[in-house]
């Protein structure tokens, strides 16, 4: 057995010694100014701006590197971590390597990382606003706290940005809270609307007369099954809704006929009204701030290349002119899809995740409780 051998076995055994805890571990990069004297042992405690475990005032051991200036209160970090453990790889992975593991795709060529720069210069109008989305049928789940965070983290950018969210209603209560959390974390403003908000803009009427004049084009564009636009009509009296517009009555060109004024969209009509209105509002020079959109990676390519572009491209909207679209990672289940809403909601869906302690991915009241823990 030669050396190299020895180590990688010694290396095994020490990993196999401890186990990973994924409630109080953490796993952060440093720069290798910091990691050295991890590695010599001279640094025992590594200092964050963010809480986890030990805050100032409280005292630490004297003995390590900065551990006496945190103690006094001279650190800009106001929290230490314990380092308990230290490995080291027996075989490095140098940035080629881990290139081959993470590469650059796509617009990830052109933006790299001036990413944000790129969104603000493609806006017209220096006030920004952001509209981020949430269909309230349950919980809200890990990727739409993912992308509320993408929302506020892109806000945080610049400082005169607003942050939107809409159609919030009936679990109203958890997006508020995880709103204001965000908030906290920021100091970015937010306002909540909800459906109906939306329909009353002022651009709504004029937009829908125009989806219905072309609503054969739409239809078959947007719905290839039924061939017509779900402009759902609502009827709040029974909970029900006209979700194929079967009941709908056209008059002449623009018009539509419906027992109850109050109407819906199911996602991909209200995905690509949500854009042509917002086109509106962004070239117009009496709204003083233009529309920036954050939304799912499931939402991506083909779905807006198919559903929003050419559908708008229909109505003879100039679709270079449409809202820039941010999109947030996507979070996949063990199959490699994504973690699935309508799923979720449905009885017994993802119990696996329960019996594994990560029903904090699914059930926001779970995932509380591990912010009052890290707090």
């Keep these: 057995m030669n050396d190299n051998e020895k180590i990688s076995q010694k290396a095994n055994i020490k990993k196999q010694s401890y186990i990973v805890n994924n409630k109080s571990d953490i796993i952060i990069s440093l720069d290798e100014q910091f990691a050295q004297p991890i590695e010599k042992r001279k640094k025992i405690y590594e200092f ?58 796509g617009g990830s060529y052109v933006f790299k990382e001036k990413y944000i720069d790129y969104i603000l210069e493609h806006v017209p109008k220096s006030d920004v606003r952001i509209s981020i989305e949430a269909q309230p049928n349950g919980s809200p789940h890990f990727g739409i706290i993912v992308t509320f965070l993408l929302a506020f983290s892109l806000a945080q950018q610049k400082a005169k940005t607003l942050s939107y969210t809409k159609e919030i209603d009936k679990h109203i209560d958890y997006y508020k809270e995880l709103l204001r959390k965000l908030n906290s974390y920021s100091g970015v403003v937010f306002m909540i609307r909800k459906q109906s908000d939306f329909n009353s803009h002022p651009r709504m009427s004029e937009v829908i007369s125009t989806i219905i004049k072309e609503r054969e084009k739409i239809g078959f564009l947007l719905s290839p099954k039924s061939k017509i636009i779900a402009l759902s009509v609502a009827y709040p009296q029974y909970g029900l809704a006209d ?49 920036v959109r954050v939304t799912g990676r499931d939402y991506a390519e083909t779905y807006q290349e198919q ?52 029903d904090y991915l699914i059930d926001y009241s779970s995932f509380k409780r591990l912010l009052v823990t890290a707090d």
């Excluded at 006496?68 to 800009?76: A, E, H, P, R, W």
């Excluded at 559903?307 to 100039?318: F, M, P, Q, T």
């Excluded at 679209?325 to 309508?342: A, E, R, T």
């Design 243 to 291: 979700k194929y517009e079967k009941k709908n009555i056209y008059e002449g060109n623009n018009n539509v006929i419906s027992s109850c004024p109050k109407l819906e969209f199911n996602t991909p009509l209200r995905n690509f009204v949500k854009g042509v209105v917002y086109f509106e509002d962004n070239k117009d020079v009496t709204v003083p701030y233009s529309w």
């Design 48 to 105: 964050r701006k963010y809480k986890l475990t030990v805050e100032y005032p409280n005292k630490i051991l004297e003995e390590g590197l900065r551990n006496k200036d945190f103690n006094q209160g001279l650190k800009v970090s106001k929290f230490a971590y314990k380092i308990n453990h230290l490995y080291k790889l027996v075989n490095l992975i140098d940035s080629k390597q881990l290139k081959i593991h993470h590469p650059l795709g």
């Design 307 to 358: 559903i929003l572009y050419k559908g708008a491209s229909i109505l003879r909207v100039n679709v270079t002119e449409l809202p820039f679209i941010l999109y947030s990672l996507l979070v996949i289940d063990w199959s490699d899809f994504k973690l699935s809403k309508s799923l979720y909601i449905s009885e017994g869906a993802y119990g696996y995740l329960k019996e594994q302690d990560y």
